[in-house]
Antibody, heavy 121, light 110 residues
Framework: QVQLLQSGAEVRKPGASVKVSCKASGYAFTTYDINWVRQASGQGLEWMGWMSPNSGTTGYAQKFQGRVTMTRNTSIGTAYMEVNSLRSEDTAVYFC??????????????WGQGTQVTVSS | QSALTQPASVSGSPGQSITISCTGARSDISAYNFVAWYQQSPGKAPRLIIYDVSNRPSGVSNRFSGSKSGNTASLTISGLQTEDEADYYCSSYTSRKTVVFGGGTKLTVL
């Protein structure tokens, strides 16, 4: 069965960086885009961007352009999402997600369990 | 890209039907049939319940149905059950090749 297993909770100081991993299993990793979505406590879902594990091509929400980088290691079936210049507003649960279709269209059928990132001085 | 507009809350009694609206723009909901709906319980990851406007993933009850007219999508839950109490989010693909979510709707089953 399809599973997305994310790395554990992180605490960072403002201005630092954090890198969250998402290990895929149960399907061919390079055949489906991986998307990242975050959710601050008590708030709604916010789409951050997508990555093609096959080509490494990425697309980011305008809000995150230049501050977020999505990468992958195909040999271990793992996607990564790094956020730089962290600020308190980045405190949230970060999810990776895979769609119904191989390319990103917003239909996220499989989700990781979420990774809490806390930014605090 | 502005978030899609959903009502903050809706409520209904067991057995009733409710509808949640999701309003977007010509660049998202109107332009594509890539509207999805998610159910989220506290502390859990979202669960896809509708994709491509009206399709249900395997295992999702047929009490959930979706539709779209112009720039507004709708989720209808019929035969409300207490277990349906959760937050519901819509999403749409956009002309900028991005995805936008609605602000979420809290469903209370009275």
């Amino acid at each position: 069965q399809v599973q997305l297993l994310q790395s554990g909770a992180e605490v960072r100081k403002p201005g630092a960086s954090v890198k969250v991993s998402c290990k895929a299993s149960g399907y061919a990793f390079t055949t489906y885009d991986i998307n990242w979505v975050r959710q601050a406590s008590g708030q709604g879902l916010e789409w951050m961007g997508w990555m093609s594990p096959n080509s490494g091509t990425t697309g980011y929400a305008q809000k995150f352009q230049g501050r977020v980088t999505m990468t992958r290691n195909t040999s271990i079936g793992t996607a990564y999402m790094e956020v730089n210049s962290l600020r308190s507003e980045d405190t949230a649960v970060y999810f990776c997600a895979r769609g119904v279709y191989s390319t990103s269209s917003g239909d996220f059928e499989y989700w990781g369990q979420g990774t809490q990132v806390t930014v605090s001085s | 890209q502005s978030a899609l507009t959903q009502p903050a809350s809706v409520s209904g009694s067991p057995g009733q039907s409710i509808t949640i609206s999701c309003t977007g723009a010509r660049s998202d909901i109107s332009a594509y049939n890539f509207v999805a709906w998610y159910q989220q319980s506290p502390g859990k990851a979202p669960r896809l319940i509708i994709y491509d406007v009206s399709n249900r993933p395997s295992g999702v009850s047929n009490r959930f149905s979706g539709s779209k007219s112009g720039n507004t999508a709708s989720l209808t839950i019929s035969g409300l059950q207490t277990e349906d109490e959760a937050d519901y989010y819509c999403s749409s693909y956009t002309s900028r090749k991005t995805v936008v979510f609605g602000g979420g709707t809290k469903l209370t089953v009275l």
